[in-house]
């Protein structure tokens, strides 16, 4: 990432220079973190260093970080008990006193169920279009096919 960044900015001044790279940083900063000092964002990029940060930070929650999130929702979730989007009634709070009556009075409806399922399958596919880093083409798969 370093080397992308001394190409474009060989020197910091460049960087402190460009209005459309400070009005990026400054919106995310007042958008997506409020304006919160406390939050540890940037409001400003004046180094080098300091951008190929931000930018190594950005491609990694957009990319990696997210499919160890996504990825596996689908997996984990498609047994409802794992994650039930909803519970009509507070789990028992004692091991071992409740029935199969209880429980099917407790976990959402068939219904409700399949609209969670779906968009945990929908979340876990790899999108259609989806050109993997290092590639220049969409991997092709089978429409049918999740991941």
């Given at each position: 990432m370093a080397g992308f960044v001394q190409y474009?900015?060989?020197?910091d001044d460049r960087i402190r220079g460009d209005a459309e790279l400070q009005a990026w940083i400054s919106e995310i900063f007042k958008e997506a973190f409020q304006s919160r000092e406390a939050s540890g964002a940037p409001s400003t990029l004046a180094t080098a260093e300091e951008l190929t940060k931000f930018l190594t930070m950005v491609i990694f929650t957009c990319s990696a970080q997210h499919a160890?999130?996504?990825?596996?929702?689908?997996?984990?979730?498609?047994?409802?008990?794992n994650m039930p989007p909803t519970m009509r009634r507070?789990?028992?709070?004692?091991?071992?006193t409740a029935s199969l009556e209880d429980i099917l009075k407790i976990i959402p409806q068939v219904n409700i169920t399949?609209?969670?399922?779906?968009?945990?399958?929908?979340?876990?596919?790899?999108?259609g279009d989806q050109v993997s880093g290092g590639e220049t083409?969409?991997?092709r798969r089978k429409d049918w096919e999740l991941t």
């Open positions: 474009y900015y060989w020197n160890a999130v996504n990825s596996g929702q689908f997996d984990f979730g498609a047994w409802m008990p507070p789990p028992p709070t004692t091991k071992g399949c609209i969670a399922l779906s968009s945990l399958w929908l979340l876990s596919k790899e999108a083409q969409p991997r």
